[in-house]
C-alpha cells in the first residue's frame, strides 16, 4: 500500500457522490498521505472538512503539506526483541521452549491533519 493506492481511494471516496466522513484512518502513512494529496488537491479542507491519521509515523509524516497525525510503535525495540525471539527459538532446538507475545505500547503523535481547528499546537510531537 503506497500513496498511490491512497490517492486512488481518496478519488473513489469524491466520486461517490455521499458526504466525505469526519475522519480518515489509513493502515500507514503513505495511504494516508496519498489520501490527503487527492483531498487537498480537490479543494477539501483537512483538518476543517476531514480528519486524517496514519499508521507507522515515517519520517515524511512531519514534513507533509498538513502534517500527519500518526500512530508511532517502538521499531527498534520490536526489531530487537524480534531477533532475541528468533535467536532463542534457534538456540532451543524445539527442547521445551516456550512461544512468547510481546506486548508494546504505541504512541499516539498529533499533528495538524487530525487538530480541531484552535486547538494549541503543542502536545505530542
Do not use: W
Not at 34 to 40: A, D, I, T
Not at 42 to 65: L, N, Q, R, W
Amino acid at each position: 500500500m503506497n500513496a498511490r493506492s491512497g490517492q486512488e481511494a481518496a478519488r473513489r471516496l469524491l466520486a461517490d457522490g455521499r458526504p466525505l466522513p469526519d475522519a480518515i484512518f489509513c493502515a500507514n502513512d503513505l495511504l494516508a498521505l496519498g489520501v490527503q494529496r487527492e483531498l487537498l488537491q480537490a479543494g477539501v479542507k483537512v483538518p476543517t472538512d476531514v480528519a486524517i491519521m496514519g499508521y507507522d509515523d515515517i519520517e515524511f509524516s512531519a514534513a507533509a503539506a498538513v502534517p500527519l497525525s500518526s500512530v508511532r510503535q517502538p521499531t527498534y525495540q520490536l526489531g530487537r526483541i524480534a531477533t532475541e525471539l528468533l535467536l532463542e527459538e534457534c538456540d532451543d532446538e524445539g527442547a521445551g521452549h516456550a512461544h512468547q507475545q510481546v506486548m508494546f505500547q504505541p504512541e499516539l503523535v498529533v499533528r495538524e491533519s487530525s487538530r480541531p481547528a484552535g486547538a494549541p499546537k503543542g502536545g505530542q510531537e
